[in-house]
C-alpha cells in the first residue's frame, strides 16, 4: 500500500478543523462527543492526530465536521 502525503502531512484540513473547534470554544473530548452524536466515533486522540496533520480523514469524516462546525467543504482546504 503506498501512503501519500502533503508538504509531510496526511492532511490539509488538520489546521481548519484546530481553528473552528477553538472558534466554537471546544475541547478535543466535546468536539469528540459532538461527532459521535453525528454518526461518527473518533476519540479526542484522533482529533488530536487530525489537527496534527498526522492521521488521515475519510470523505464522510469531513463531511461531519462541515456539518458540526456549520461550515462549507470547501473551507476546510483554503
Known amino acids: 500500500m503506498k501512503i501519500y502525503d502533503y508538504h509531510g502531512k496526511n ?4 489546521t481548519r478543523i484546530k481553528e473552528a473547534r477553538k ?11 459532538l461527532l459521535e452524536r453525528n454518526g461518527i466515533s473518533i476519540d479526542n486522540d484522533s482529533i488530536s492526530r487530525i489537527e496534527l496533520g498526522t492521521r488521515f480523514i475519510t470523505d464522510y469524516e469531513i463531511l ?3 456539518k458540526v462546525f456549520d461550515k462549507k467543504i470547501d473551507w476546510f482546504y483554503s
Open 11 to 14: 492532511n490539509i484540513c488538520g
Open 23 to 33: 472558534e466554537m470554544h471546544l475541547s478535543q473530548m466535546e468536539l469528540a462527543e
Open 64 to 66: 461531519t465536521f462541515a
